[in-house]
């Protein structure tokens, strides 16, 4: 239970930043981008951006700090002016982020994020627009912290499974590591003879080359290696350790419509094996329910090829129609299903159904900002 007294400080708090919310418009309709920013923000937020202290403020909420682009350059203008706009709790935060819609009008709002945004000096960093939604295949540009479960489902009957457990975490301004590990579990047909383990553990890493925020467009190199880990005896394991380089791009469509590319070359390090070409790429754009402030959703269509590089190898093609839905208020919290369906030698390949659950963990825990 709130005591008294920090009843009172809290309401004397928003009292009086209400008062000076509602008084911006007027008295400062053809100020600055800073200007609008310290009518509207510095109580809190600082004159510099760095955050007042919690002495200064009156309540122990902390706020974040605009000049470390760690955290300022992540997310994209849409998330910062909804909570501008309506206030933290349209993200999951808390309610001492006031709702500044009915006092500053859309491009006002606008003015005070492009200051914010200068606040980060360091332009090493790529916009949070860059992040892309995850497509169930196709390898972002993005460098990302991200924990990724993805199940596939494969056969008439559901005769095998796979579970992908992938954790990535970036370093700097443009790189990543990543691990991940399946597990796969076949024969699901019957209980006899069904049989699980742990297939080939894969480290990654990727590097952000490039960025043009003029051209929307992003470029990424990095790389995979594949050891192996699984049984190649009950089909968990390729047998062999495999390097995958690949590049990854990005672009940034009118109407919130993106398209992601990504190629790759697959070398096994022992003989017996082929080599092999990839090429994958997506297509999407994202709805949000309750205008621009509540639910995403983002139907993709995705194409993957693949060809083995000695003479006369086979050449398959795949396409992957899926669906990705923002699950909580914060969005840090993702789901996306769909269905891999061969385009060619549908006779000897089969269509699976994946789908994945995704927890941006940088930004809060998975229970947080329902």
């Not at 609008?36 to 200064?56: E, K, M, R, V």
């Not at 590990?181 to 990727?206: N, S, V």
């Not at 791009?249 to 919130?256: A, E, F, N, Q, V």
């Amino acid at each position: 239970m709130i005591s008294p007294n920090r009843f009172a400080t809290w309401s004397f708090f928003l009292i009086t930043l209400s008062l000076m919310v509602a008084f911006v418009r007027p008295v400062f309709p053809q100020d600055s981008d800073a200007d609008l920013y310290g009518a509207a923000c510095a109580a809190c937020h600082g004159f510099d951006g760095s955050g007042n202290l919690p002495a200064q403020l009156g309540f122990d909420v902390g706020v974040p700090d605009f000049t470390d682009c760690d955290f300022a350059a992540r997310e994209p203008d849409a998330d910062w002016y909804a909570v501008i706009h309506d206030g933290g709790p349209v993200r999951g935060f808390d309610r001492m982020m006031p709702a500044f819609g009915q006092a500053l009008t859309g491009e006002q709002i606008q003015q005070i994020l492009d200051h914010v945004r200068t606040l980060c000096t360091d332009e090493d960093w790529p916009p949070g627009e860059f992040n892309l939604p995850r497509s169930l295949f196709v390898e972002k540009a993005y460098p990302e912290d991200e924990a990724v479960i993805t199940t596939t489902i494969q056969g008439e009957g559901q005769d095998s499974l796979t579970h992908e457990f992938l954790w990535e975490y970036r370093f700097g301004a443009r790189s990543q590591v990543e691990v991940s590990l399946p597990l796969h579990i076949a024969e699901l047909k019957g209980t006899e003879g069904r049989e699980k383990g742990f297939g080939d553990l894969e480290l990654g890493l990727k590097h952000n080359l490039k960025y043009d925020k003029q051209r929307g467009t992003i470029l990424s190199v990095g790389g995979e290696l594949i050891l192996p880990s699984g049984d190649e005896s009950r089909g968990f394991g390729k047998g062999t350790a495999v390097f995958e380089p690949y590049v990854a791009w990005g672009k940034i469509l009118p109407r919130d419509s993106f398209f992601q590319l990504q190629g790759l070359l697959e070398f096994p390090t022992e003989s017996g094996f082929d080599n092999e070409l990839g090429l994958k790429g997506v297509f999407g754009r994202t709805w949000t329910t309750d205008g621009p402030f509540g639910r995403a959703w983002t139907p993709m269509l995705g194409v993957l090829g693949s060809k083995e590089l000695e003479s006369g190898g086979n050449t398959h093609w795949d396409l992957v129609p899926q669906l990705q839905v923002t699950l909580n208020t914060r969005q840090h919290v993702t789901g996306s299903f769909g269905f891999r369906i061969p385009a060619t030698d549908s006779s000897t390949r089969e269509t699976q159904f994946v789908f994945y659950l995704l927890w941006d963990w940088f930004d809060g825990g998975v229970l947080e900002g329902w």
